[in-house]
Nanobody, 121 residues
C-alpha cells in the first residue's frame, strides 16, 4: 500500500500564497505521475494539476492556470499557490498514478488524506 501525506495547508487571506507538499515513503514514488485535486463543501472533486514522473510534463485546471505551479524533486511534489482567492477554499488531495499522466481522478491509484486550505476575503 502506498501512503501519501500532504502538508502545508492553512488559513490565509485573499491574495496570499501557500505551498502544499506531498510525499511518500514508497521508493517508487519518484516513478509515479502525481496530481492535486480539491473538493469544496457541496461541490464535486476538481482537478487542479498533474506532473509526470520526470517532471517534464504538467497540466492545470482552468481555474488555477497562471496562479498555481506544480513541481517535484526526488522525494516530494509541491503545489505553489499564488494569488489565492476565496473560491480556492477546499480540501486539497495529493494522488499518484502508476501509468499515464492525465487529469482523470479515477485513473489515480493512491490518494492522501487531504489538507485544508481556507482563503478568507
Amino acid at each position: 500500500q502506498v501512503h501519501l501525506v500532504e502538508s502545508g495547508g492553512g488559513v490565509v487571506q485573499a491574495g496570499d500564497s501557500l505551498r502544499l507538499s506531498c510525499g511518500s515513503s514508497t521508493r517508487a514514488f519518484h516513478s509515479y505521475a502525481v496530481g492535486w485535486f480539491r473538493q469544496a463543501p457541496h461541490k464535486e472533486r476538481e482537478f487542479v494539476a498533474v506532473i509526470s514522473s520526470s517532471g517534464g510534463h504538467t497540466s492545470y485546471g482552468d481555474s488555477v492556470k497562471d496562479r498555481f505551479t506544480i513541481s517535484r524533486d526526488s522525494v516530494m511534489v509541491y503545489l505553489q499557490m499564488n494569488h489565492l482567492e476565496p473560491e480556492d477554499t477546499a480540501v486539497y488531495y495529493c494522488a499518484a498514478r502508476t501509468r499515464g499522466v492525465g487529469p482523470v481522478a479515477d485513473a489515480f491509484n493512491y490518494w492522501g488524506q487531504g489538507t485544508q486550505v481556507t482563503v478568507s476575503s
